[in-house]
């Protein structure tokens, strides 16, 4: 249903209740929203992002609800189709709409959705459209998480329309965000899943974000913020270069051995206060193994070794995380093998992204013995001191 957020602002969006996964990737426990949003001016009325095309006919029941019989814009402050592929069906209902977007952005919606080039009003940074008594204002902001992103501001309303950024994946009833742990949790897993790959571009953005006074923040997934602190203080923490005493382990293992270790590398690592984060591969959630990515100084990668190299589970979150680029500053991996193993160059060559030190990895033939447990020792001795040095514990 549509909501009132301010006098001239209604959210429009759809949720997605049942939604468990995006881009058959991102594991979706919450379920998602696409927020659309409409700003009714004296003059003109403009629908900032759309929805998911599966949604589209809740989005027109919303616009129905409130009235509309006009939109003279439609801005697109991103192309992807879960926030662009209604704008076909829209610009059906309403032909006269122009579609305002970036020039970057055009280029993807015409590949995308096959939108002709006379739909279009090109704008630039820092651009502004007037609705009458109300401004909106486009600050573009590349690689939050595609390059043709942009926000959009409202002045009057103090409203910042900031898209995927800032957003979470979570269906709920509440159209305004609280502070609860589970609101902040959601958050936190969006950037990392999504825009945690962008984090220097993100510091840039938000530092240029400080200019604007900014009341609420509407993003294009999850609830609204009306207290943007809470958002944008977190997103600080996140993307800062700090990082905590804490050890990330994945690992998967076929006949204990590799368990055994993980098992005594726990133990140990918790002996020195250190907080340790283990995740089975083969029940783990990749959703959560980001989370703990954001903020670990350290990640173990533990493995069998399966025809020589890292089992598949194993390879798949290594790809990941050289994806994902978190401030991981340490790396080590445990490997327990058969006959042979190529399984450190491997691993070194799937995380050419990271600028991390590689700690000595500790490769044991078969079950652990005494000697390797010993290593695992070393190993644990290492880190204490790298993470002591670093956070000056
Ligand atoms: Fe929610 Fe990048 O789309």
Redesign the pocket.
Known sequence: MAKKITDSVYYVGSRHWDRRLFDELIPLPDGTTYNSYVVIGSEKTALVDSVDPSKVHELLGNLEEIGLDRIDYIISN?A?Q??SGAIPTLLEKFPMAKVVTNQKCKGFLKDLLMIEDGKFLIVDDRDTLSLGNKTLEFILASWV??PETMFTYLREDGILFSC?FL?SHLATSQLFASKEPKVYESAKRYYAE?MMPFRNMIKNHLKRLNEYDIRIVAP??GPIYDDPEFIINAYKDWISDEVKNEVVIVYVSMHDSTKVAVEYLIKKLEGKNIIVKPFNLTVSDLGEIAMALVDAATVIVASPTVLTGLHPYAANVVFLLNALRPKTRFISLISSYGWGSKIVDQTKQLLTNLKVEFLEPVLIKGYPKDSDLKELDELVENLHEKHKNLMKI
């Open positions: 991103h992807e879960d926030h998480h595609w995927d957003g999504i294009s997934h």
